[in-house]
């Protein structure tokens, strides 16, 4: 073969598997566009179980958003009327905000603030709004029987004081945590709340931020960006093939690099709106049962383990299991031996979100390198630390009154 036919023929292969693979992308967007989807973790069955919950309204640029006070399915003021005509025109609702004891719009928040105190906008997930996943099974059971409990009227959340709730006198604070979200979410959130921030006249003097466990987990090996909308460079074909891949690899919601993108994307909008950011590490229990959403839904994770057994992702929560089991022994003999073999099992875990520790050291990167103060007590908790933790990743008020001291400290 000359080179002028080799040259057609390398040609003619390149243009037609260029076109195949175009084809291919065209043909997945088609059958894979955004439908609103409310569950953050639709191909993770574990975490999946708990966010079918009616707390979430979709939302076309987050992917989801808190829903009203009325359309909590735990209020007493529940309507299910105005919340189903509301659910399809949620882009025109207020924003909603976790307080101490209900959830409540922006605009009644915002409302009762002075504005010449100063004012800490708590951004981050469900470890920042509060979360009990074993108060998600109750109120499941409660109403599966027809009874209700005022645990079970609670919902999830409201089981305890966060930090926010914690931060003392001095300050007031703008609980904007929520369940589910991701650093991707929580950039895009963080410059929207702003934004409705501002229009009421309200300007925050600190913005922490708390991000990391969603970002590390697994979502059937998806990742945010190539689901959320407004991403229209995002590769289908790219998705689908790590999507098919999970036998040999495991794909983070977030990746390492998107991480530092984001982080760094929330620190500098907080500088350009002149607001000091204060990055939060997330903690993380270490006595959790790897793979675990609720204290009593062993066999939940049971039939999660059949779904993934030939994946690498059950594979390392099979050894994650094993580790642990082996740590908690350890802890009635040796502290140091049971710690080093409890993180191991945690670091295996990607079926509950807990953040890994190559996520912690991009988060210490990039404190480091934007000169942002990082809030790091993970150490202050205790090994045996079932005293501090609600469920696999959710401080409860010891914890968060560590967190929230740590806070006042540095910006004191």
């Given at each position: 073969m000359?080179?002028?036919?080799?040259?057609?023929?390398?040609?003619?292969?390149?243009?037609?598997?260029?076109?195949?693979?175009?084809?291919?992308?065209?043909?997945?967007?088609?059958?894979?566009?955004?439908?609103?989807?409310?569950?953050?973790?639709?191909?993770?069955?574990?975490?999946?179980?708990?966010?079918?919950?009616?707390?979430?309204?979709?939302?076309?640029?987050?992917?989801?958003?808190?829903?009203?006070?009325?359309?909590?399915?735990?209020?007493?003021?529940?309507?299910?009327?105005?919340?189903?005509?509301?659910?399809?025109k949620?882009?025109?609702?207020?924003?909603?905000?976790?307080?101490?004891?209900?959830?409540?719009?922006?605009?009644?928040?915002?409302?009762?603030?002075?504005?010449?105190?100063?004012?800490?906008?708590?951004?981050?997930?469900s470890?920042?709004?509060?979360?009990?996943?074993?108060?998600?099974?109750?109120?499941?059971?409660?109403?599966?029987?027809?009874?209700?409990?005022?645990?079970?009227?609670?919902?999830?959340?409201?089981q305890?004081?966060?930090?926010?709730?914690?931060?003392?006198?001095?300050?007031?604070?703008?609980?904007?945590?929520?369940?589910?979200?991701?650093?991707?979410?929580?950039?895009?959130?963080?410059?929207?709340?702003?934004?409705?921030?501002?229009?009421?006249?309200?300007?925050?003097s600190?913005?922490?931020?708390?991000?990391?466990?969603?970002?590390?987990?697994?979502?059937?090996?998806?990742?945010?960006?190539?689901?959320?909308?407004?991403?229209?460079?995002?590769?289908?074909?790219?998705?689908f093939?790590?999507?098919?891949?999970?036998g040999?690899?495991?794909?983070?919601?977030?990746?390492?690099?998107?991480?530092?993108?984001?982080?760094?994307?929330?620190?500098?909008?907080?500088?350009?709106?002149?607001?000091?950011?204060?990055?939060?590490?997330?903690?993380?229990?270490?006595?959790?049962?790897?793979?675990?959403?609720?204290?009593?839904?062993?066999?939940?994770?049971?039939?999660?383990?059949?779904?993934?057994?030939?994946?690498?992702?059950?594979?390392?929560?099979?050894?994650?299991?094993?580790?642990?089991?082996?740590?908690?022994?350890?802890?009635?003999?040796d502290?140091?031996?049971?710690?080093?073999?409890?993180?191991?099992?945690?670091?295996?875990?990607?079926?509950?979100?807990?953040?890994?520790?190559?996520?912690?050291?991009?988060?210490?990167?990039?404190?480091d390198?934007?000169?942002?103060?990082?809030?790091?007590?993970?150490?202050?908790?205790?090994?045996?630390?079932?005293?501090?933790?609600?469920?696999?990743?959710?401080?409860?008020?010891?914890?968060?009154?560590?967190?929230?001291?740590?806070?006042?400290?540095?910006?004191?």
């Amino acid at each position: 073969m000359d080179r002028r036919e080799f040259l057609i023929k390398l040609g003619l292969t390149t243009i037609s598997t260029t076109v195949a693979l175009a084809g291919a992308e065209v043909t997945l967007r088609l059958i894979s566009s955004y439908e609103g989807e409310v569950n953050p973790f639709r191909h993770n069955p574990i975490i999946a179980a708990q966010t079918s919950e009616e707390v979430f309204f979709p939302d076309s640029y987050l992917g989801h958003r808190l829903v009203p006070d009325y359309a909590y399915v735990f209020s007493s003021r529940y309507d299910s009327i105005r919340t189903r005509k509301d659910s399809a025109k949620v882009q025109e609702l207020p924003y909603s905000l976790i307080t101490k004891d209900r959830i409540q719009s922006i605009d009644e928040v915002t409302t009762g603030l002075d504005p010449a105190k100063p004012i800490i906008l708590n951004i981050g997930d469900s470890s920042t709004s509060g979360w009990d996943s074993d108060a998600v099974t109750t109120a499941k059971e409660m109403r599966k029987i027809g009874r209700v409990n005022p645990i079970s009227l609670r919902g999830p959340f409201f089981q305890y004081l966060t930090y926010s709730d914690v931060l003392g006198e001095s300050f007031q604070t703008i609980n904007a945590g929520v369940p589910g979200y991701a650093s991707l979410q929580g950039a895009r959130y963080l410059e929207r709340l702003f934004e409705e921030l501002s229009v009421r006249g309200i300007k925050p003097s600190y913005i922490t931020i708390y991000f990391g466990n969603n970002d590390s987990v697994c979502n059937g090996n998806v990742e945010d960006k190539t689901v959320l909308p407004r991403n229209p460079f995002s590769s289908k074909l790219l998705a689908f093939l790590r999507t098919n891949t999970q036998g040999f690899t495991i794909v983070s919601r977030t990746s390492l690099d998107d991480y530092r993108c984001n982080l760094e994307r929330m620190v500098n909008f907080a500088r350009a709106s002149d607001v000091k950011p204060i990055l939060i590490r997330p903690l993380i229990p270490k006595v959790w049962y790897p793979g675990l959403r609720a204290s009593t839904k062993f066999d939940e994770l049971e039939g999660a383990l059949e779904g993934v057994r030939n994946t690498r992702q059950g594979r390392l929560l099979l050894e994650a299991i094993d580790l642990y089991k082996e740590g908690l022994e350890e802890l009635k003999k040796d502290e140091i031996k049971a710690e080093s073999l409890l993180v191991e099992a945690q670091n295996r875990d990607y079926m509950v979100p807990r953040i890994k520790p190559a996520y912690v050291e991009i988060l210490k990167d990039v404190a480091d390198k934007t000169n942002t103060s990082l809030i790091d007590v993970q150490t202050q908790i205790p090994i045996d630390d079932r005293g501090y933790f609600i469920d696999y990743c959710h401080p409860i008020e010891p914890a968060n009154r560590i967190i929230a001291q740590a806070v006042v400290n540095e910006i004191e």
